[in-house]
């Protein structure tokens, strides 16, 4: 035999009060007790729906970032948006070592900076068409994909290294030698464009599957 349910309290409690078999009241008794067992099992009930709609409009509205990567052979520059899309800034640049090295650091990268898609520089020629290293780059993409499983998408970076290197020298800055690379700033470049065109349409994305 099962295990008997036990009674909501609120039924046990007009239970108790119930007076002798046969007395007049007893009707009444047993519609207060009906009426209290019906009121809790709806706030239990309310109180379930509010927990999930609470849980669900928080992974909705949760923050992500945005991490742009400016493809190279030999390096690879990044720019990190912030948490609420609004702004680019340069994060970093690493010379390559290895495809299984490489994916490791983007993968510690992400998760420590909260990255929830990320975009790779597409280096189309002036004329829009795709060359040997547009074709790398997108090649790099799918991998970056299927390994990180993050949301990647391609992003036109034509002209960005030559703006990039106009900035730093309009700038004067003196932080950069003359051999510095300027791949992470170029990512931010472009990450900055893909920020103000869709400004107001990004939606917040799920993070990195574990």
């Not at 309290?9 to 209290?36: H, N």
């Not at 992974?59 to 948490?83: H, V």
């Not at 990647?152 to 970076?157: F, G, N, Y």
């Not at 051999?179 to 065109?197: C, H, K, N």
Request: proline share 4%; hydrophobic share 40%.
């Amino acid at each position: 035999m099962g295990k008997k349910r036990s009674r909501p309290r609120a039924l046990v409690l007009a239970s108790e009060a119930l007076p002798s078999r046969g007395s007049p009241a007893v009707p009444a008794v047993l519609a207060v007790a009906r009426f209290a067992y019906t009121m809790q099992k709806d706030m239990t009930t309310s109180s379930r729906a509010m927990v999930r709609d609470s849980s669900a409009a928080s992974q909705e509205s949760k923050p992500c970032r945005i991490l742009a990567i400016d493809y190279g052979r030999k390096r690879i520059g990044l720019a990190l948006s912030d948490e609420l899309q609004l702004t680019a800034q340069p994060l970093q640049v690493f010379k390559r070592v290895n495809r299984r090295e490489d994916l490791r650091r983007l993968r510690d990268i992400c998760r420590k900076q909260g990255v929830a898609r990320i975009l790779v520089g597409h280096p189309l020629h002036i004329s829009g068409e795709a060359g040997e290293m547009a074709e790398e780059a997108a090649r790099f993409a799918a991998r970056l994909r299927k390994e990180l499983g993050i949301e990647v998408h391609l992003v036109d970076e034509r002209l960005t290294s030559w703006e990039a290197a106009q900035l730093i020298a309009e700038s004067g800055s003196s932080g950069r030698g003359k051999e510095s690379s300027l791949d992470d700033v170029a990512a931010a470049i472009f990450l900055r464009e893909y920020l103000e065109r869709n400004r107001g349409r990004l939606q917040p994305v799920a993070g990195e599957k574990e």
